[in-house]
């Protein structure tokens, strides 16, 4: 089987969330099992030279975006046994960050045009294409229009994936035709809410709309979660499906990996506390040993900051220290700054993504605190387990699916289930208790280390569901 996944980013290329990684590595683990995998991003400004270098040109080629009649450059490079095309337009895609411009919408219509177009010249044709975001959501539209029955077209299936509902592309109704080319008699297919909305338009027409996480399939269903799209979603239900993500355990391995300060397994928990003692160290903590608390995130109202600023000083006071690593809403940032200048040896505050000191500090922390309002399914928690860390969440989408309370039988974190700051402080206490009995602590930590976050099971799934496609009759 081929598949084709089109994002618009991925993991080494261009990143800005979650979904790089995904699309980065899911196809990986997808084409160890026998498939043919390729992916297709933009050709954005901040891909580093050294990538660029191992790129191909393979042909340059019109686009049509509505009436424009848009310049088209095919590259081509392999990475890790995974090949990758790459859309060049120079108009589009050679600025400063990936998305937030003011023409976003025209920006990815010509990608998921073109992303069609390159079949064409590829010698690579999917069975599947997997669309991933609002950014991907129109290909779905444009192959229903357009392509189905165009030869070398037949046949092929298109899979939606949301990892993030709350951006679905929504835009005002003059951009159907004028930017979107399409024509008002397909205007049903986008029209939602009284606007165009890119999301819903791929949750029409592609085959199969999935989710990263069960959990988050059934919680999209209801308004609290959908931003507006449960409505159509109960109505497409026969077609969600949600499959958990996973992560590229051979990257992230507490057992060899490089950037921290000793090596560590469930057999051999020793190495963690040298991690812990050089974390203090690296970041000035006071050198005692009080629990760390890790955080990595970008500071957005949805992972729940909102939680963490209310109840940080009565944790401070509980004895317990914190490193910070994120960057985000400025409001946030200068909170987690403001408390860095009061706490000194208690709390450290690094605003940026630093993927390094990220693995440091997955290593060294005992807790990662990750109270989402909702998470889609979130890789932070399953990479804090892998290094030992005990992760502590709300029960909410892929959170609820990968942690199990340390009150019950097999536990590898501690979760709650309302969203409320001091439900989430019991949580810590909780933590804390556990953390103060030497057995019961070193014994969860294994459990976590134990934990099987590989994409080896969902990778099976995801193989099954596209085998299930393509089985199934028009
Ligand atoms: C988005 C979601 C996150 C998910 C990631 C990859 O960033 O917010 O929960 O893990 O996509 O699917």
Redesign the pocket.
């Known amino acids: 089987m081929k598949i084709l996944f089109a994002s618009s980013e991925a993991v080494p290329y261009a990143a800005s969330?979650?979904?790089a990684?995904?699309v980065g590595t899911l196809p990986k683990a997808i084409g160890s099992k026998g498939h043919d995998c390729a992916v297709v991003i933009p050709l954005y400004k901040s891909i580093k030279q050294e990538l660029r270098d191992e790129m191909n040109l393979i042909t340059t080629i019109t686009v049509d975006v509505s009436w424009r009649k848009q310049y088209c450059g095919i590259y081509k490079a392999e990475y890790s046994g995974v090949t990758y095309f790459f859309i060049d337009n120079e108009y589009y895609f050679k600025r400063d960050g990936l998305y937030g411009f003011y023409d976003d919408c025209e920006r990815f219509v010509f990608f998921d045009r073109a992303v069609l177009e390159m079949l064409k010249y590829i010698d690579f044709k999917p069975d599947i294409i997997s669309c991933n975001d609002w950014q991907t959501a129109l290909i779905p539209v444009y192959y229903n229009i357009y392509y189905k029955y165009q030869q070398g077209y037949c046949g092929i299936k298109t899979v939606f994936t949301i990892?993030?509902i709350e951006y679905q592309g929504k835009y005002g109704k003059e951009i159907l035709d004028e930017v979107m080319g399409i024509p008002m008699y397909n205007a049903g297919l986008l029209e939602y809410d009284g606007s165009i909305n890119m999301m819903k338009g791929a949750i029409e027409t592609a085959d199969i709309v999935t989710t990263?996480s069960p959990g988050y399939a059934w919680e999209i269903l209801d308004p609290w979660y959908a931003h507006g799209l449960d409505r159509i979603l109960v109505t497409k239900q026969y077609k969600l499906k949600g499959i958990l993500?996973g992560i590229d355990t051979d990257f992230y391995n507490p057992e060899n990996d490089p950037e921290i300060a000793g090596n560590f397994s469930s057999s051999d928990i020793s190495g963690k506390a040298e991690c812990k003692a050089a974390l203090i160290k690296e970041l000035a903590l006071d050198d005692t040993d009080e629990p760390i608390i890790g955080i990595v995130t970008r500071f957005v109202k949805h992972k729940g900051i909102d939680l963490i600023r209310y109840a940080f000083e009565d944790i401070i006071a509980m004895g317990m220290k914190f490193v910070i690593l994120g960057s985000g809403e400025k409001i946030y940032e200068d909170f987690f700054c403001e408390m860095a200048a009061r706490y000194p040896g208690k709390v450290s505050v690094d605003l940026g993504f630093i993927p390094e000191l990220a693995r440091r500090i997955y290593a060294g922390s005992d807790m990662f605190l990750m109270p989402s309002q909702s998470?889609?399914?979130?890789?932070a928690q399953m990479i804090s387990m892998r290094y030992g860390t005990a992760p502590i969440v709300r029960e909410t989408?892929?959170l609820r699916d990968t942690v199990r309370d340390n009150g019950g039988i097999n536990g590898n974190g501690y979760t709650f289930k309302t969203y409320n700051a001091d439900d989430m402080l019991d949580a810590v206490k909780r933590a804390k208790r556990d953390y103060e009995n030497k057995d019961v602590w070193s014994s969860l930590v294994k459990r976590a280390l134990e934990c099987n976050n590989s994409w080896s099971a969902s990778a099976d799934i995801y193989i099954e569901t596209f085998n299930e496609l393509l089985s199934a009759k028009d």
Do not use: A, Q, R, S
């Open positions: 969330g979650g979904l990684d995904v990892h993030n990263v993500n998470e889609p399914c979130g890789l989408g892929g």
